[in-house]
Nanobody, 125 residues
Framework: QLVESGGGSVQAGRSHRLTCIAS????????????MGWFRQVPGKEREGVAA???????IYADSVKGRFTISQDNVKDTLYLQMTSLKPEDTALYFC??????????????????WGQGTQVTVS
């Protein structure tokens, strides 16, 4: 399962960090972690890929957050992070952590992810 935390209300321009703790993910290990990603969704819109990281630590970002958000993982702690800086009101969304059964190539395609957290709300004003 995946459990996100760190959501809340943030002032525009400030920084904030989301955390996702993984447990019991099939095939996910310290030596060969699965692709992990952060997605977000606002009411009435499709879920959007924000950032992802593969087994080699290679990252990919949506153009809307490139240069502002950083995805990272601590494989010892089985924890995924999303460091968000220079937050904008348009970053307001329900943020989800996700794990793919793939080690590579999942990218920002939500269909490539099988395990999802419950989401944590981030509101920027």
């Amino acid at each position: 399962q995946l459990v996100e935390s760190g959501g809340g209300s943030v002032q525009a321009g400030r920084s904030h960090r989301l955390t996702c703790i993984a447990s019991g993910i099939a095939g996910h290990s310290y030596y060969e972690p699965n692709c992990m990603g952060w997605f977000r969704q606002v009411p009435g819109k499709e879920r959007e890929g924000v950032a992802a990281i593969d087994s080699d630590g290679v990252t990919i970002y949506a153009d809307s957050v490139k240069g502002r958000f950083t995805i990272s993982q601590d494989n010892v702690k089985d924890t995924l992070y999303l460091q968000m800086t220079s937050l904008k009101p348009e970053d307001t969304a329900l943020y989800f952590c996700a794990a793919s059964p793939l080690n590579y190539g999942a990218g920002l395609n939500s269909l490539a992810y099988r395990t999802w957290g419950q989401g944590t709300q981030v509101t920027v004003s």
